[in-house]
């Protein structure tokens, strides 16, 4: 047995400095019109005591043109999520920007620029949100104060408003552009000179704005990984050994190489256990001037593979298996009270064993990316989420310094993680180095689903009880399956802290007794992180369990939830993990707490705005759950209708949220009507199976989501006012989801749901 520790968190707190960038920098990024000041946004990693300890030196550049447009750097990549507008959106609203003058420039992979630009873990907003804000006060500053000198007036009287410095006793007003070469000789102001805008004085942040590439994108302009050309390019589709860890022992491409258009073949080293995430998959390359051509060419690939150690995996076996384990004692995680006391002085026990499928990403435009290889230079366009890890692992797969690599990074069709691996980028890269041309590497569906970072099976035996008094005494939540770690470390076989830490070993409520116990899980397939990652599978038991314990106990499930939230506080847990520590989505649990109070007005504002209660009509019912994930306090009501064949709609699902300050409500509660979605398809739909160590599934007709005539009708987006810190919102609609539609189900039918996918026949 090995159990990984918590991942590393990548900061500790963010803090900024604010300097004058060169020409030089900004040229290497987008250009540069003359007559300009350009400020960079230092970002550096600090002590508690605010002390400097390692400089991370990623310069988001802001540049204000003598025509007075206004440039921002989107450092973070945009995957639907609206990061290219809202990271933008705070430094347009505290410089006082008139939003329709900003222009939005994507940057390259660069971690001395931009340290961490890894756009995973509904991360950014909350990163980057107060630097955001002092480099559009710091130019607001400097722009007022050059107006002010030619006006000869008090700094304090003038203001900034749509791209234009205003002195309010005078009603003079002057554009930003004219104040370009005055404010580029000014000393840079310290941050603790600027002063940051009151909210009430916000314009953009808090409002619905949309995002900036939204024409682009619904008339087919936008420029995503699959849409990039470069001159005589080539197209590569690869053949990759069908289960994970095989090799090519020996292939014949003879006629592959007869189709029209076919170029060349290039066998890729691969095999690896662990699979490297920065590594390809063994296999045979077709090289050809078409994706026709290519794929045509690789069906006549004749390889003999060595399958290796995973060739006789079987998915439903393992679940057969860990079922079993999960009845047997495992190896304690968090403890409190005792659970073996409560258990023998219960009035009642209720224990189920939870299961859930592998998930894969299935993103509608498939893993894909271009290399050019010239003169010991590597440049590539790629949907990449993580620039900088690609830039690493071509750097290594070339064997060239990291200065020699560019990475481009394009508009993403989807992401949920899959695209922070690189190992569909280093295939473009090796290729071009081995063929001597641009390559752009395609995957198929059939390539996304068979080699996917999976979302990991997972099997969940819950016991509670109930006591003398009616009161919940005892929880026992067993957990088994294959670890995100395995994926870089094949001897680990218990989850890691981090993942347990999500809805497992964070259980927040006031139950005298709690025992989390993990168990051995293999891995077998590649696994990765998946929209919301562990809280699918965790959440999908917690809740389910909760709303079956609500109704043996003859208690309402929204109230319930409130009485064990307990009284107003904030929670911690590390001193109840055992061998382990609670790591609050990678942030210092003083700064983010988990504040029961907060959870609470989500559950009471969704409750009021779906009517929770109500009659519905027989074949219909309303189902609940909520949930802390990623800090975003989540509370979700579903309704279903059932007909007598067993086929569930969706009318209504009503969220309410609680994600700190709203910087972009637009995108906000397209996340959430997003994530309705993407969840419907986890809890009604979709699922991997594995035999003989090969993926089962093919395309979109056996590997299903939602339809649109089977997904949620209305969508309700319920915004919890709150000045607190920002928090994410890409991942936490997903968790509560699944158990509140599970618990609808229920109350429109009677059947429980204990499974996934729903099968209600």
């Not at 920098?25 to 002590?47: E, P, R």
């Not at 009501?637 to 969706?650: A, L, T």
């Amino acid at each position: 047995m090995n159990i990984p520790t918590s991942p590393k968190k990548e900061l500790q707190n963010i803090s900024s400095q604010i300097f004058k960038a060169s020409r030089r920098d900004f040229l290497k990024i987008g250009g540069i019109l003359t007559g300009s000041f350009v400020l960079g946004v230092n970002f550096f990693s600090c002590n508690e005591d605010g002390k400097k300890i390692t400089s991370l030196a990623p310069n988001v550049y802001l540049q204000i043109t003598s025509k007075g447009e206004v440039i921002i750097i989107a450092h973070r990549s945009e995957m639907g999520q609206g990061i290219r507008t809202s990271l933008p959106l705070i430094v347009a609203d505290e410089l006082g920007a008139d939003w329709s003058k900003v222009r939005i420039v994507q940057a390259e992979g660069d971690e001395k620029k931009y340290g961490s630009q890894n756009t995973d873990g509904s991360f950014s907003v909350r990163m980057f949100y107060k630097p955001m804000r002092e480099a559009g006060a710091v130019a607001r500053l400097l722009l007022i104060q050059a107006a002010a000198k030619q006006w000869q007036v008090p700094v304090t009287e003038c203001d900034t408003i749509n791209n234009e410095v205003v002195h309010k006793a005078s009603g003079k007003s002057i554009d930003f552009g004219k104040l370009v070469e005055a404010a580029k000789s000014l000393a840079i102001p310290t941050i603790q000179e600027i002063k940051l805008k009151d909210p009430q004085q916000f314009t953009l942040i808090g409002k619905a704005t949309p995002i900036i590439d939204l024409h682009e994108i619904v008339s087919g302009t936008a420029i995503f990984g699959i849409d990039a050309v470069v001159d005589d390019m080539k197209i590569a589709v690869v053949k990759r050994c069908p289960v994970l860890g095989g090799k090519v022992k020996s292939y014949d491409d003879k006629k592959a190489l007869a189709v029209p258009g076919v170029l060349k073949t290039i066998p890729i080293k691969g095999g690896d256990i662990p699979p490297t995430i920065e590594k390809p998959l063994s296999g045979v390359a077709v090289i050809a001037e078409n994706t026709w051509a290519a794929i045509k060419g690789r069906d006549l690939l004749e390889i003999t593979w060595d399958l290796g150690d995973h060739a006789t995996y079987d998915s439903n076996q393992q679940l057969e298996e860990l079922s079993k384990e999960v009845l047997k004692k495992g190896t304690v995680r968090r403890n409190r009270g005792n659970f073996d006391q409560a258990k023998t002085n219960a009035k009642k026990i209720i224990e189920h064993t939870y299961i859930t499928p592998y998930l894969a990403h299935g993103t509608i435009e498939p893993p894909n990316a271009l290399a050019v290889v010239k003169n010991g230079n590597c440049e590539v366009w790629a949907p990449t989420q993580h620039p900088q890890g690609a830039r690493d692992a071509i750097a290594q797969a070339l064997g060239i310094p990291i200065e020699q690599v560019k990475v481009n990074v394009t508009l993403l069709g989807g992401g949920f993680g899959r695209k922070s691996k690189p190992d569909f980028i280093v295939e473009a890269a090796v290729l071009a180095k081995e063929s001597g041309f641009p390559i752009r590497v395609q995957w198929t569906r059939e390539d996304d689903l068979h080699h996917d970072f999976f979302h990991a099976l997972s099997v969940q035996h819950i016991t509670a009880t109930i006591d003398q008094n009616n009161q919940i005494s005892g929880w026992n939540h067993h957990i088994a399956y294959p670890s995100i770690s395995a994926t870089f470390d094949a001897s680990v076989l218990q989850p890691a802290d981090g993942e347990l830490g999500q809805g497992a070993s964070d259980f927040p409520y006031n139950v005298p007794a709690i025992r989390v116990e993990t168990h051995d899980a293999k891995a077998h397939l590649r696994i990765g992180w998946l929209r919301s990652v562990r809280n699918i599978p965790q959440v999908f038991a917690i809740a389910t369990m909760l709303d079956e314990l609500a109704e043996a106990r003859g208690v309402d499930p929204v109230q319930q939830a409130l009485e064990l939230l307990g009284s107003d506080r904030s929670i911690t847990f590390d001193q109840e993990m055992v061998n382990g520590k609670y790591g609050n989505y990678g942030e210092d649990i003083s700064v983010y707490p988990w504040e029961t109070v907060r959870m609470k007005k989500v559950i009471e504002r969704v409750a009021k705005e779906a009517g929770w209660g109500k009659k519905l009509p027989t074949g219909s019912g309303l189902g609940f759950a909520a949930h802390k994930s990623f800090l975003t306090y989540v509370a979700c009501i579903v309704e279903v209708k059932v007909d007598s064949n067993g086929k569930i709609s969706i009318p209504q699902v009503h969220y309410a949220v609680d994600c700190g300050t709203s910087v972009n409500v637009d995108r906000i509660k397209s996340q959430f009507e997003g994530g309705a979605q993407f969840s419907s398809s986890i809890a009604l739909k979709s699922q991997i199976t594995v035999k003989n160590g090969t993926v089962e599934q093919n395309n979109f007709d056996t590997y299903q989501l939602i339809r649109m005539p089977e997904s949620p009708s209305q969508i309700h987006v319920h915004i919890v006012d709150s000045e607190a810190k920002p928090t994410g919102v890409g991942e936490p609609p997903v968790p509560p989801f699944t158990p509140a539609l599970c618990n609808a189900i229920y109350a429109a039918t009677g059947k429980r749901t204990y499974k996934l996918p729903i099968d209600l026949k």
